[in-house]
């Protein structure tokens, strides 16, 4: 590493020394330790409990985004300070605790859990809604089976009616 050099108006060893008795302006290396605009930074490390390892959560912590599946951890690398968060995506059906509030990072790691609990589903607000008791494709099925029974319960109708009159005249 380069040492910084700092500028001095006193007489230094190795300068010119003097011109009519005002020093000159010298050079002279330093072991003084160089200005550094590098702050500390720590690890916030979020984890969740209560997914499956397919549902994406995100959170935002001091106004950084970071998303992740069930068992990801969300990582950020932020400066010491009370560092405002909310669980910014949240799978359909569950709901997040805490949900939001302040985190505390004073100058170490801070590892911190989102609790994920499943809500009671309400008719119609859940894409998976049961048809006839069932799930979807099965409910859908059986409205199909009930329909072809009473389609062909009508064609069978119909045509034993005709044999009965006979044919037309």
């Known amino acids: 590493m380069i040492a910084p ?15 009519l008795g005002l020093p000159i302006l010298g050079i002279r290396p330093t072991t003084a330790a160089p200005f550094s ?9 979020i984890g969740q409990t209560g997914l499956s390892p397919t549902a994406e959560w995100g959170v935002t912590l001091n106004g950084t985004y ?4 069930g068992s990801d951890s969300l990582p950020f690398i932020v400066m010491n300070g009370s560092l405002p968060y909310y669980v910014s995506r949240i799978p359909t059906g569950f709901a997040a ?6 985190m505390d990072v004073d ?11 499943p809500t009671p589903s309400r008719a119609g607000s859940n894409s998976s809604a049961n048809i006839l008791g069932l799930p979807p494709a ?3 099925a059986a409205i199909g089976a009930i329909i ?3 389609v062909a319960g009508t064609v069978l109708a119909w045509s034993f009616d005709r044999r009965a009159r006979g044919p037309p005249r």
């Open 5 to 19: 050099l700092i500028l001095t108006t006193a007489l230094v060893p190795g300068s010119m020394g003097s011109v």
């Open 37 to 45: 605009s590098h702050l500390s930074k720590y690890e916030v490390l």
């Open 66 to 69: 970071e998303f992740g599946s």
């Open 97 to 102: 605790t805490p949900p939001n509030g302040t």
């Open 107 to 117: 100058g170490a790691r801070v590892n911190f859990t989102v609790t994920f609990d």
């Open 138 to 140: 099965e409910g859908y």
């Open 148 to 150: 072809a029974i009473a």
